[in-house]
């Protein structure tokens, strides 16, 4: 009976991997958020705030714009970067390995939310739409004062070196290193999470929501790793 449903769901799965409109269907999932924050933006821009569609329904930029901008860019970056990371297991546990195309993909929006966060965070917080008005020394003191922008930097600058090498030809330049650089991935979602437990000040139960699935995610990797490793007879192994 539980393996039947089992074999069900994993079908069902390998359908929705095989279905010809499912990449496009996951890249639309992927840029909801930033379409609906683009709706926020221009909301708040145009529409006077009188008006209560802009607070209530849409929900507006509420009365810290910024804040509203760098906690929605945070938290839209790490969970696409955890949906990322979601697809290997998932591949894993339910043999599906048609949803394994749409990897890099999530992996390069994951890197899209983090650079707009970054970028609001130098642009609007730091001034840095102009050499003559970027606050340099500023920045530099946030970096070694306050911890938890120094690990979001390291999420950051991790992010960025695997955005950059996800292409073909870095795959075929770096061959077996590839995939060990791009293990560094759980590195960057580790800071990441360490990051948003870092930013709150009492109720850190959504960070640590956030760091239960990463968890989970890891330990089924290892695992899989583990019984890969024992398949494979010690001889032929390097
Ligand atoms: C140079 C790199 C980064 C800088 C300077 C930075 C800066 C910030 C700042 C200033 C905040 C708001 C803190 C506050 O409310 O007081 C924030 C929030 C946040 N950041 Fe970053 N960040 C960086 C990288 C990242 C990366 C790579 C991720 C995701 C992987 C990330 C995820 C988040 C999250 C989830 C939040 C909190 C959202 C919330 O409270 O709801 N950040 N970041």
């Known amino acids: 009976m539980l393996k039947t449903g089992y074999e069900q769901l994993c079908k069902l799965l390998n359908a929705i991997a095989t279905w010809r409109y499912f990449k496009p269907v996951v890249f639309v999932g992927c840029a909801v958020p930033a379409v609906l924050l683009s709706i926020k933006v221009i909301a708040s821009a145009w529409i006077p705030s009188w008006i209560p569609l ?23 970056g790490l969970g696409v970067l955890l949906a990322c990371l979601a697809i290997t297991p998932i591949r894993r546990i339910f043999k599906v390995n048609g949803i394994q195309k749409v990897r890099r993909m999530v992996g390069v929006f994951a ?16 001034l840095c739409y102009s050499v003559a008005t970027c606050e340099f020394r500023s920045i530099v003191n946030d970096v070694l004062k306050r911890k938890f922008i120094f690990m979001g930097m390291i999420s950051f600058t991790i992010m960025a070196v695997l955005a950059i090498t ?6 075929r330049r770096l061959k077996k290193k590839w ?14 999470v360490i990051h948003f437990i870092w930013i709150q000040k009492s109720d850190i139960s959504e960070p640590l929501m956030w760091a239960g699935w990463l968890t989970l995610f890891l330990v089924i990797r290892v695992y899989f790793a583990i019984q890969k490793r024992r398949v494979v007879p010690a001889r032929i192994r390097p």
């Open 111 to 126: 890197f899209f939310y983090a650079f707009v966060h970054v970028g609001i965070y130098l642009g609007l917080d730091q």
């Open 166 to 171: 996800s292409t073909s030809g870095w795959v």
């Open 54 to 76: 802009v607070d209530s329904t849409i929900g507006g930029l509420g009365v810290d714009p910024l804040k509203t901008l760098l906690h929605e860019s945070g938290e839209d």
């Open 179 to 192: 995939q060990t650089l791009h293990r560094l991935v759980y590195v960057a979602a580790i800071s990441g």
